[in-house]
């Protein structure tokens, strides 16, 4: 009997968190990579690496001023992507996760946009001197308190969804333990990775202290696991701001970039990332504690 192949829905995270865009143009995309890629037997991490390249590729085309390079940068940026999508995919797909993988995967977006921010710079340094310097550099810091955020609120979403399994959500402590247990002389890299992790998941704790306490309330009176009246009044509460999750995520930011560095005026997508990006984390943040304080009360 011929192996069954695995649908594209077995390969969401959960409709949930899946933004518009992924469901009906990146995720249908990284869906075929995966069926390609796993015939061929290439695995997740390699896409990932893959991703990485074709990605910093994308920032190297926006250093130029010709319109064709720049479209041909804005076409590399969606192919990093679908293949973004297509390791994840896969993973579920043939159960290849890995803790390497979710750190590989949060790096690969991180030096997608350094290249692009940094080829921005040595674009308008000539006009803007070292005022384009301080301005990136506040957008990117912002940038990536966004993703890591964003990324956050989605795990934690999915852990009261699907449980422990079905999300990547992990805690300063863990990784920390992790961090000590690798060797420097027979794991420098990983060792590396787990410390910049370690400070990652911390930032991310930092800036959620409600949630943290009611996580402690729950493994005080639940033993870990909250019970089912918990997770669905939990997830009835938290599915609205899944698409705010997204809209910090990929895809608006990339749309804004493309717009802006196309027309001409690049200057305009810090600038959004420094205003409107920030105004919906803030909301984010604002809402989700308040989600957390009231189910807090309710335990």
Avoid at 80 to 94: C, F, K, P, V, W
Avoid at 190 to 219: A, C, G, S, V, W
Wanted: glycine residues 6%.
């Amino acid at each position: 009997m011929p192996e069954q192949r695995p649908t594209l829905e077995s390969t969401l995270k959960s409709r949930d968190t899946e933004e518009f865009i992924d469901i009906h143009f990146y995720r249908p995309i990284g869906y075929r990579w995966a069926l390609f890629f796993n015939k061929l037997g290439v695995t997740p991490n390699q896409i990932t690496v893959l991703s990485i390249f074709i990605g910093i590729a994308s920032g190297v085309c926006f250093y130029f001023d010709e319109l064709s390079i720049r479209i041909l940068g804005v076409f590399l940026l969606i192919w990093a992507n679908s293949y973004d999508s297509a390791d994840g995919q896969l993973a579920r797909m043939t159960g290849q996760k890995s803790e390497l993988g979710r750190i590989l995967d949060g790096v690969c977006g991180a030096l997608w946009f350094i290249s692009i921010y940094i080829s921005l710079i040595l674009n308008l340094f000539p006009i803007w001197e070292g005022y384009i310097l301080v301005l990136v550099l506040f957008a990117g810091f912002c940038h990536g308190m966004q993703a890591r955020m964003a990324d956050y609120y989605r795990n934690i979403h999915l852990l009261f969804l699907k449980g422990k399994k079905g999300s990547e959500l992990d805690n300063s402590k863990e990784v920390w333990i992790r961090y000590k247990s690798k060797n420097w002389r027979k794991e420098p890299v990983e060792k590396i990775f787990e410390l910049n992790y370690f400070d990652y998941t911390r930032q991310q704790e930092k800036m959620t202290p409600r949630f943290q306490k009611m996580i402690k309330e729950i493994h005080k009176k639940y033993a870990g696991k909250a019970p089912e009246w918990f997770c669905r009044e939990f997830r009835e509460k938290s599915l609205p701001l899944m698409k705010y999750t997204n809209m910090l995520s990929f895809n608006l930011r990339a749309i804004v970039l493309s717009i802006s560095v196309l027309s001409g005026f690049p200057w305009v997508y810090f600038v959004f990332e420094l205003t409107v990006m920030n105004i919906l984390l803030a909301y984010m943040v604002w809402k989700h504690e308040n989600i957390c304080k009231e189910l807090t009360e309710h335990l």
